[in-house]
């Protein structure tokens, strides 16, 4: 049988993958278009971190991990004959949908990249959806990378999947309504509802991985050998924010806080959430849910501001003199938001053991700090601006 993983040379894809092909004896079969790389260059950016071809990678994990069960095929899954090909040929048993259009800031550019995330992002879980059920797959654990930004910003916790409605005496559990703040937030809005869809009509076992804000250079796999590494992206369409914030410390740019700053945002460690995704994965078949669950993958809410204070902190250890200046905010958002979500399924799985903050901010600077040409070169990158061609 086959795990296949798709997104599987993104900056979680990739480490998902080694870690799940170093814990099975299954074959392992990542699967991209590299996309995201013409989407970083698109916006005249690149990746902090050198990253290496497909060939090469696999090359390492075979000589530095003993890696041998993992493989990669190109294609795109927004095309159905490709799809229904890859899930003819491997019949995986289960498939981890890491593929996407990331960016929320992508997706505001304008209408046109607007409608290209949502169609990638949207037709390539319903073709592997509908692919499952097509050929006779619908034992297979799907397990999707969605993202906590479907919540939105709600003003009470956030469930980990349902909320309970009451209404003329009955009480129901509902799905939790789909709130999210971008053209990109939305398409996973809408794979939720789709997962839950398949999952009532085809009897797929299904896991909606709600995935926070994502940050951090390394995995214990990917410290082994320079060539293993994940891309690190830090402009501002796809550097989430404590990558942007490093950045500019590491290039002598000052941190720019928008707004006040005070609102808590989800944020999980690239440890941690790969390690979640391998731990969803390679659950025994006996565990797999019997219809659709949802993990809230979020170790701690953290604010904006102290975000930028901790890297501010933990830049003296590299003689880093970051200073923190704040900036009016482009973006139609709470300043003063106090993000609560509840993640008590999601600390089961990884069995309560979370990268702090701290540690995970210590470890980009001294990641970042090999590369701080490729970033000073790119600190134009750091602020919205026109883009090269439009």
């Not at 991985?209 to 994940?230: C, F, Q, S």
Request: hydrophobic share 35%; net charge negative.
């Amino acid at each position: 049988m086959t795990i296949l993983v798709t997104g599987g040379d993104g900056y979680i894809g990739w480490p998902a993958a080694l870690r799940i092909a170093d814990r099975t004896d299954e074959r392992v079969l990542a699967v991209d278009n590299f996309a995201r790389r013409e989407w970083v260059e698109d916006v005249g950016s690149t990746s902090a971190t050198p990253v290496a071809g497909m060939d090469e990678r696999i090359d390492a994990a075979e000589e530095t991990l003993g890696i041998r069960n993992l493989s990669f095929v190109e294609g795109d899954l927004a095309e159905k004959s490709f799809v229904d090909e890859l899930l003819a040929v491997h019949e995986p048993s289960v498939v981890v949908h890491a593929a996407a259009q990331p960016s929320a800031p992508y997706s505001q550019i304008n209408g046109e990249r607007a409608n290209y995330t949502q169609h990638n992002n949207m037709q390539a879980t319903r073709n592997l959806l509908w692919g499952l059920e097509e050929h006779d797959l619908t034992e297979t654990h799907f397990v999707e990378t969605t993202t906590t930004g479907v919540y939105g910003a709600p003003e009470f916790p956030i469930p980990e999947g349902g909320a309970v409605m009451e209404h003329s005496g009955e009480r129901d559990e509902v799905p939790f309504p789909a709130m999210g703040g971008s053209w990109y937030h939305q398409t996973k809005s809408f794979d939720a509802g789709n997962m839950r869809l398949a999952s009532q009509q085809f009897g797929i076992p299904i896991s909606d991985v709600r995935t926070a804000i994502t940050y951090g250079t390394e995995t214990e796999e990917t410290r082994e050998d320079d060539r293993l590494k994940t891309r690190f992206d830090f402009d501002y369409y796809f550097g989430t924010v404590a990558h942007r914030f490093c950045a500019q410390a590491v290039a002598g740019y000052p941190v720019t806080v928008y707004g006040k700053g005070e609102q808590r945002k989800p944020f999980i460690s690239l440890e941690d959430a790969v390690e979640g995704l391998a731990q969803v994965a390679l659950m025994d078949p006996d565990e797999r849910p019997e219809d659709l669950t949802v993990y809230n993958q979020v170790t701690r809410a953290i604010s904006i501001v102290e975000i930028a204070e901790t890297i501010a902190e933990a830049g003296e250890a590299h003689d880093l003199d970051v200073a923190v200046e704040h900036f009016e905010n482009p973006r139609d958002e709470d300043e003063t938001h106090k993000m609560e979500i509840e993640n008590d399924r999601y600390l089961d799985i990884i069995d309560g053991q979370a990268q702090t903050f701290e540690d995970g901010v210590a470890d980009v600077l001294a990641s970042l700090t090999r590369y701080s040409d490729v970033i000073e070169a790119h600190e134009d990158r750091f602020l919205p601006g026109v883009l090269e061609d439009e």
